[in-house]
């Protein structure tokens, strides 16, 4: 039974558990608002989604699926492609352990 909660409480994406519990629906909302006052036009482009799952987002409270690290790289490689210095200022706002993963990146 144990290890079925910890299945529940992981990302759909990369199988870890979810550590950061912020749902990509609150995680857009702060990214477009940084966005919105550098580059509007890319801020209108991020959206937020919702898979339901047993983790509980710690802003609104719903349940969800999909880990901050992963939602934030997909939201990197959406920006890397259009504007790489804003790319690299968002890994360093909204981290959640990118830097990690990112073998190119420079500081």
């Not at 299945?7 to 558990?17: G, Q, T, W, Y």
């Not at 699926?65 to 259009?82: G, N």
Request: charge should be negative; glycine fraction near 4%; hydrophobic fraction near 35%.
């Amino acid at each position: 039974m144990r290890a079925h909660e910890g299945a529940a409480n992981s990302c759909v994406v990369c199988d870890e558990a979810i550590s950061n519990p912020i749902c990509p629906d609150c995680l857009a909302k702060k990214m477009r608002n940084w966005l919105d006052e550098l580059d509007p036009q890319l801020a209108s482009e991020v959206d937020g989604f919702s898979i339901e799952g047993d983790t509980t987002c710690l802003f609104c409270g719903h349940g969800m699926s999909i880990c901050a690290h992963c939602y934030s790289m997909d939201v990197y490689e959406q920006l890397a492609v259009k504007n790489e210095k804003l790319a690299q200022e968002f890994v360093s706002r909204f981290d959640f352990d990118l830097r990690k993963d990112l073998k190119n990146f420079d500081y």
